[in-house]
T-cell receptor
Framework: GIQVEQSPPDLILQEGANSTLRCNFS?????LQWFHQNPWGQLINLFY???GTKQNGRLSATTVATERYSLLYISSSQTTDSGVYFC??????????FGKGTLLTVNP | KAGVTQTPRYLIKTRGQQVTLSCSPI?????VSWYQQTPGQGLQFLFE???????NKGNFPGRFSGRQFSNSRSEMNVSTLELGDSALYLC????????????FGPGTRLTVL
């Protein structure tokens, strides 16, 4: 099956700093999503981005499908950005395969 | 439009019991998927249903089963619970038959004692 690797596993920032999270995947995909898991466990949709670039406020994402990677950019980070960020990819088999996540800590 | 809902939110069971979890997808969504999240294994796919048909199943023992009803609501059942079944169970729904953007519910946190 598809392998998904996220880096870095942990990231500690000061409020106001920028960061880049990376997701590498091992095969062509039909679906790629970025999620933020809140403290209660719910996965919050950030981007649905099987290819191209999207922006939503301070967050943006780019997927280069031909090179099998995606990047999530967080600018001017805030303490509320803390938490685990997951990349998940899907092929033609009706399931998402998740990476292990990046634990982001933003200190005031 | 209401999001994906899951009931119950929290559940405590003892080993050997069985449990049924419920998921109501976003209105109009016909694909429902289930995932298990544990600290050791991360997020793992359980199964996916579309129009009452299971289209894919993850690598879990037969104690884990599911079904989907004609109104797209789904249930999953775990029989003969083991301590290792303690986990957060997440349900997701999507609109199209092609399995596009997934939207997740708040999860059911199951504790097996």
């Amino acid at each position: 099956g598809i392998q998904v690797e996220q880096s870095p596993p942990d990231l500690i920032l000061q409020e106001g700093a920028n960061s880049t999270l990376r997701c590498n995947f091992s095969d062509s995909v039909n679906n790629l999503q970025w999620f933020h898991q809140n403290p209660w466990g719910q996965l919050i949709n950030l981007f649905y981005i099987p290819s191209g670039t999207k922006q939503n406020g301070r967050l943006s994402a780019t997927t280069v499908a031909t090179e099998r990677y995606s990047l999530l950019y967080i600018s001017s980070s805030q303490t509320t950005d803390s938490g685990v960020y997951f990349c998940a990819v899907g092929g033609s088999n009706y399931k998402l395969t998740f990476g292990k996540g990046t634990l982001l800590t933003v200190n005031p | 439009k209401a999001g994906v809902t899951q009931t119950p939110r929290y559940l405590i069971k003892t080993r050997g019991q069985q449990v049924t979890l419920s998921c109501s997808p976003i209105s109009g969504h016909r694909s429902v998927s289930w995932y298990q999240q544990t600290p050791g294994q991360g997020l793992q796919f359980l199964f996916e249903y579309f129009s009452e048909t299971q289209r894919n199943k993850g690598n879990f023992p037969g104690r884990f089963s599911g079904r989907q009803f004609s109104n797209s609501r789904s249930e999953m059942n775990v029989s003969t619970l083991e301590l290792g079944d303690s986990a957060l169970y997440l349900c997701a729904s999507s609109l199209e038959e092609d399995y596009n953007e997934q939207f997740f519910g708040p999860g059911t946190r199951l504790t097996v004692l």
